[in-house]
């Protein structure tokens, strides 16, 4: 079955250990909705550069990643209906970049 990646951009620490609670709640609920789907639930990521033949910018570039995940899922349409369920669409701070892994 093909695997795809979930690149998040958006979202941010939480600002309490309240807030902190409420996010893990939700993506682990997310998570275990996708069960047997999820190959990698991956990690947050920290501040990142973009490297290009011109240099780096130290902004991050246009839309940085903040974290990822790889799934499994039978096309790409099915992997984008799994990734409408993540708690950065579902509270309207961030989106998710879906993109089908290829062996090479």
């Known amino acids: 079955m093909p695997e795809f990646v979930f690149a998040y951009h958006g979202g941010g620490k939480p600002e309490t250990p309240e807030d902190g609670a409420k996010a893990m709640a939700a993506w682990t609920a997310w998570f275990g909705n996708l069960g047997a789907a ?3 639930g991956g990690k947050p990521v920290g501040q990142s550069h973009t490297v290009s033949a011109k240099g780096v910018t130290s902004n991050g570039g246009a839309n940085p990643i903040s974290g990822y995940s790889i799934v499994r ?9 799994m990734a409408k369920g ?11 970049e879906v993109a089908e892994t290829f062996d090479v």
Request: proline residues 4%.
């Open 73 to 81: 899922a039978k096309d790409l349409d099915a992997a984008v209906e």
């Open 38 to 40: 999820v190959v990698d």
């Open 86 to 96: 993540c708690p950065l669409v579902a509270d309207g701070s961030g989106t998710v």
